[in-house]
């Protein structure tokens, strides 16, 4: 499975963004995908997360509220609203068959994107 993460840029707080991340190659299993973010001198974080089918979706509670997570065939979405200065980082499409493990945690995926940069000023 190869992931590509597109829709990044600048907004600014209170503003709006979407981020779209295509899965191409082998899609026949049910996946567990998500949405990560890193910003300068942090750790990778699990924002949102999701399945293949739509279902099971979960937050982080820095954006619970304000980011929705969806899929539509093999397309997976991040709408980011009402963005903060602190929601600036590379965000980042991950995918793994899924499992008891689906969350968000990093370890847990086994595809990632290359990552679309956010910046809130």
């Known amino acids: 499975v190869q992931l590509v993460e597109s829709g990044g840029g600048s907004a600014q707080p209170g503003g709006s963004l979407t981020l779209s991340c295509v899965a191409s190659g082998s899609w026949s299993e049910r996946y567990c995908m998500a949405w990560f973010r890193q910003s300068v001198g942090k750790e990778r974080e699990g924002v949102a997360k999701?399945?293949?089918?739509?279902?099971m979706a979960t937050y982080s509670d820095s954006v619970s509220g304000r980011f929705t997570i969806r899929v539509e065939k093999n397309t997976l979405y991040l709408q980011l609203d009402s963005l903060k200065h602190d929601d600036t980082a590379v965000y980042y499409c991950?995918?793994?068959?899924?499992?008891?493990?689906?969350?968000?945690?990093?370890?847990?995926?086994?595809?990632w994107g290359r990552g679309t940069q956010v910046t809130v000023s």
């Open positions: 999701i399945t293949s089918l739509g279902d």
């Open positions: 991950a995918a793994a068959p899924v499992g008891a493990g689906c969350g968000l945690n990093k370890d847990y995926f086994t595809h």
